[in-house]
Nanobody
């Protein structure tokens, strides 16, 4: 089992930056893939970025060049650095881990970008 705790969300203006953190309850070195998803009001949850144990990353087209996902195995934490934020980035951001064939989700952290 994996418990995930997100932090770092908040209210920012367009063009500003935020860094989200996702702390895991177990060593993330043993977790195949970790990712950030987001869900805006009235929309489906979508993948933002993911990273594998080997450091392979994947990004949604809408965030390429602006967001960076990284992991710190020593701290069991995955980060999402978000730059040049846009109002359309407003959503609840969730951390997900894929471990032993199961998906585990955090509770989410709200990111609001004002224009």
């Amino acid at each position: 089992q994996v418990q995930l705790l997100e932090s770092g969300g908040g209210l920012v203006q367009a063009g500003e930056s935020l860094r989200l953190s996702c702390a895991a309850s177990r060593s993330i070195f043993s977790i195949n893939r970790m990712g950030w998803y987001r869900q805006a009001p009235g929309k489906q949850r979508e993948l933002v970025a993911s990273i594998t144990t080997f450091g392979t990353t994947n990004y949604a087209d809408s965030v390429k060049g602006r967001f960076t996902i990284s992991r710190d195995n020593a701290k069991n934490t995955v980060y999402l650095q978000m730059k040049s934020l846009k109002p359309e980035d407003t959503a609840v951001y969730y951390c997900k881990s894929e471990y032993a064939g199961l998906d585990y989700w955090g509770q989410g952290t709200q990111v609001t970008v004002s224009s």
